[in-house]
């Protein structure tokens, strides 16, 4: 009975990964050549004088570190970055200070 079930859930991730890979737009790390490995990661965005911080899904190489994001993922930095610039930032979530040291 547990047998089963571990095997369809097998079958429906190796589906999932088949179709993933194939989106890819890096099968190795263009920087060492290393395995890439999706991650959540935090990124950084600044624009302006104003900081935020985000949840994304990146490629990261296991070997020298190396993030690649996809397009959309850029494209949504840029977003992001535009709207600290014009201090749009009224739908993010508040977070805390940010603090320079010299
Ligand atoms: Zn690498």
Redesign the pocket.
């Known amino acids: 009975m547990v047998e089963m079930v571990e095997g369809g859930d097998m079958n429906k991730k190796r589906g999932t990964n088949g179709n993933y890979q194939q989106k890819k737009p890096f099968d190795k790390?263009p920087?060492?050549?290393?395995e890439l490995e999706e991650k959540e990661v935090e990124k950084l965005l600044r624009g302006g004088v104003h900081t935020a911080v985000m949840k994304v899904h990146a490629e990261v190489?296991l070997?020298?570190?190396?993030r690649l994001y996809s397009p959309e993922t850029v494209r949504r930095f840029e977003e992001i970055r535009r709207k600290l610039e014009r201090k749009e930032v009224a739908s993010f979530q508040l977070m805390g200070q940010s603090f320079q040291v010299a």
Do not use: K, R, T
């Open positions: 790390c920087v060492c050549g290393g190489c070997h020298c570190g190396e």
